[in-house]
């Protein structure tokens, strides 16, 4: 049985933080959905604050490597998206406030 649940994941990413801001990817609202199956296999949807974004591998391999770490994990998919496009009232409330975007 997998123990792995849709929380778990969130609370694994929310340890890759965002070097160009200093926030962590799931309170800046850039990880969309987490999908775990019965095998314990995880599909990440994600997208990041700009298309040209020069760490795009570096973030998605970032994002892989967290959950990697969940025990009992089986695969790791993580697929970035750009529809819809990211913007700052996707993020928590304190990250708003500290962009300027609140």
Do not use: R
Not at 9 to 23: H, L, Q
Not at 38 to 47: F, K, Y
């Amino acid at each position: 049985m997998c123990n792995i649940t849709k929380e778990t994941a969130f609370e694994a990413i929310s340890t890759v933080i965002d070097p160009e801001v200093g926030f962590n990817l799931v309170e800046m609202g850039l990880i969309y959905d987490v999908i775990v199956d019965e095998a314990c296999n995880v599909h990440v949807v994600m997208t990041l604050s700009t298309q040209g974004c020069p760490l795009h591998q570096m973030i998605k391999q970032w994002v892989q490597e967290a959950v990697e770490k969940l025990e009992g994990v089986g695969t790791v998919e993580v697929e970035v998206v750009w529809k819809p496009a990211w913007n700052i009232s996707m993020a928590d409330e304190n990250v708003k406030q500290a962009l300027g975007g609140a």
